[in-house]
């Protein structure tokens, strides 16, 4: 079982900057993708940015119209840990950003496809 964890989330003001990390440990696989998603209290959990991740292939991102230009998606060369910058924060920033990843899935905005989640962290803006 691919096992996810997320960290960086915290408390920062409006214009601030934070950087989500998660690494995916377990079994050795290529994971085809690795994401983020955020859900607020009341609201459906959301797309926010996700990045491919196949061998031999150039890593391609999308984002979610509300961060793009603001977040930017990374992972590192073994494909198996990403990272959020998350620069110009807002107060509708505030969520708990789950990292999701996948070994096969081509498409990366919808959360159905994504078999593995973390717990979460909480990323709290103040105005």
């Known amino acids: 079982q691919v096992q996810l964890v997320e960290s960086g989330g915290g408390l920062v003001q409006a214009g601030d900057s934070l950087k989500l990390s998660c690494a995916a440990s377990g079994p050795t696989i290529r994971l085809a993708a690795m994401g983020w998603f955020r859900k607020a209290p009341g609201m459906a959990r959301e797309f926010v940015a996700a990045?491919?991740?196949?061998?031999?292939?150039?890593?391609?991102?999308e984002y979610a119209d509300s961060v793009q230009g603001r977040f930017t998606i990374s992972r590192d060369n073994a494909g198996n840990t990403i990272f959020l910058q998350m620069n110009n924060l807002k107060p509708e920033d505030s969520a708990v950003y789950y990292c999701?990843?996948?070994?096969?899935?081509?498409?990366?905005?919808?959360?159905?496809?994504?078999?593995?989640w973390g717990q979460g962290t909480q990323v709290t803006v103040s105005s």
């Open positions: 999701a990843a996948d070994p096969d899935t081509y498409i990366l905005t919808l959360d159905s496809p994504y078999d593995y």
């Open positions: 990045i491919t991740s196949r061998e031999d292939e150039r890593p391609y991102a």
